[in-house]
T-cell receptor, first 110, second 111 residues
Framework: TQLLEQSPQFLSIQEGENLTVYCNSS?????LQWYRQEPGEGPVLLVT?????EVKKLKRLTFQFGDARKDSSLHITAAQPGDTGLYLC??????????FGTGTRLTIIP | SQTIHQWPATLVQPVGSPLSLECTVE??????LYWYRQAAGRGLQLLFYSVGIGQISSEVPQNLSASRPQDRQFILSSKKLLLSDSGFYLC??????????FGQGTRLTVV
């Protein structure tokens, strides 16, 4: 069973600060996604990375895929209250299913 | 455009009662379909996935079952609910082996 560990599990910071959350595995992914989930709703896809070392930016969010395609990070610059939510990474293995990480609960304090 | 419908949004059921949650996808053909369960504020546990009609793979032994009677319909069932079945259930679809798209979820409370 492929496991995806996310850290930290919980993070609470002030508005305007920067932060990084991590997603790690001992397995190699064919692709990796990041999702954000609001309470009571399904996760919403933010980005997909497929190439080792790839970096993608989505406004203030920067996503990086590790060179060995076993890990990923999400960096948020100048965090805003609207960034609050549960951030989930998910790894694609083969052609059939996704495995989700343990999640990071992010709270941005105004 | 593709859409996914999942219902009901909330459900309160007594222990020992049956369960049927339904999920349908529109706007795509032969999607991969998934059922996940999520504990409060945590990651998603994959319960079942399906790559085609009648093809169901179970990830975790449990009190639940899944069926795919039509290409874009995925059903999660139980004959007798347990208290431990309570949780937030999410249906999702994907065409690529990546990029899952989720329904709004069902909050199930077994009492």
């Amino acid at each position: 069973t492929q496991l995806l560990e996310q850290s930290p599990q919980f993070l609470s910071i002030q508005e305007g600060e920067n932060l990084t959350v991590y997603c790690n595995s001992s397995s190699v992914f064919s692709s990796l996604q990041w999702y954000r989930q609001e309470p009571g709703e399904g996760p919403v896809l933010l980005v997909t990375v497929v190439t080792g070392g790839e970096v993608k930016k989505l406004k203030r969010l920067t996503f990086q895929f590790g060179d060995a395609r076993k890990d990923s990070s999400l960096h948020i610059t100048a965090a805003q209250p609207g960034d609050t939510g549960l951030y989930l990474c998910a790894g694609g293995f083969g052609n059939e299913k996704l495995t989700f990480g343990t999640g990071t609960r992010l709270t941005i304090i105004p | 455009s593709q859409t996914i419908h999942q219902w009901p949004a909330t459900l309160v059921q007594p222990v020992g009662s049956p369960l049927s949650l339904e999920c349908t996808v529109e706007g795509t053909s032969n999607p991969n379909l998934y059922w996940y369960r999520q504990a409060a504020g945590r990651g998603l546990q994959l319960l079942f996935y399906s790559v085609g009609i009648g093809q169901i793979s179970s990830e975790v032994p449990q009190n639940l079952s899944a069926s795919r009677p039509q290409d874009r319909q995925f059903i999660l069932s139980s004959k007798k609910l347990l208290l431990s079945d309570s949780g937030f259930y999410l249906c999702a679809w994907s065409v690529l082996p990546t990029e899952a798209f989720f329904g709004q979820g069902t909050r199930l409370t077994v009492v």
